[in-house]
């Protein structure tokens, strides 16, 4: 596979669910993101890791919990989540060290909480 | 505060005619823009970048212009075609990788 993956596409859970997202990236690349697209809504970047290390949380809730065991996978956990946090997850990469870099998606994980 | 916006939800244009994306933003921080392209169910695509040292990038069918004294760039797309038809989102680079995205922009080419 080449590129961004992200797994599953689809998730559907109750609020008192925990559930986890998965990024797996194939480009080499050294920092990963985490973004939120909600409906009608700018692209909202919630987490970064550079080179495994957590530089940017966006005030994001504690029920989101990311990990990034190395620079290739980058997890979110979900735990007891609201109505309100379905949205479209979605995972990026860049190359990393800082400067003027592109960030690469992947296809997103569509989330819906009952 | 919305410091990148796109004022135009919608465009419709012919196919082979010119279409012109605009985005706006407010911080003059920002260093370097990005535009995206997003197709339902699927994530955005990378399609083109200018650095604030420059007014102007091309490839191919598409060119940024940035204009930094009026804190404006826009996308041309030209000619336009139907597979042109997505969603366009502008970003800002607020220095070290923290994209800041426009809330996007609906491209419709009609054949």
């Known amino acids: 596979e080449t590129g961004v993956t992200q797994t599953p596409r689809h998730l559907v859970m109750g609020m008192t669910n925990k559930k986890s997202l998965k990024c797996e990236q194939h480009l080499g690349h050294n920092a990963m993101y985490w973004y939120k697209q909600s409906a009608k809504k700018p692209l909202e970047l919630m987490f970064v890791?550079?080179?495994?290390?957590?530089?940017e949380n966006n005030s994001v809730p504690s029920r989101f919990s990311p990990e990034c065991p190395n620079s290739s996978h980058l997890f979110l956990h979900l735990h007891t989540l609201q109505p309100e946090d379905s949205a479209l997850y979605l995972c990026?990469?860049?190359?990393?060290?800082?400067?003027?870099?592109?960030?690469?998606f992947g296809p997103g994980t569509r989330l819906l909480v009952l | 505060d919305q410091q990148v916006k796109q004022n135009s939800p919608s465009l419709s244009v012919q196919e082979g005619r010119i279409s012109i994306l605009n985005c706006d933003y407010t911080n003059s921080m920002f260093d370097y823009f990005l535009w995206y392209k997003k197709y339902p169910a699927e994530g955005p695509t990378f399609l083109i970048s200018?650095?604030?040292?420059?007014d102007k990038n091309e490839d191919g069918r598409f060119t940024v212009f940035l204009n930094k004294s009026a804190k404006h760039l826009s996308l041309h797309i030209v000619p336009s075609q139907p597979g042109d038809s997505a969603v366009y989102f502008c970003a800002a680079d607020n220095q070290g990788g923290k994209l800041i995205f426009g809330q996007g922009t609906e491209l419709s080419v009609k054949p």
């Open positions: 200018i650095s604030s040292i420059k």
């Open positions: 890791y550079n080179f495994k290390e957590q530089t």
């Open positions: 990026a990469s860049s190359q990393g060290g800082g400067g003027q870099e592109t960030q690469y």
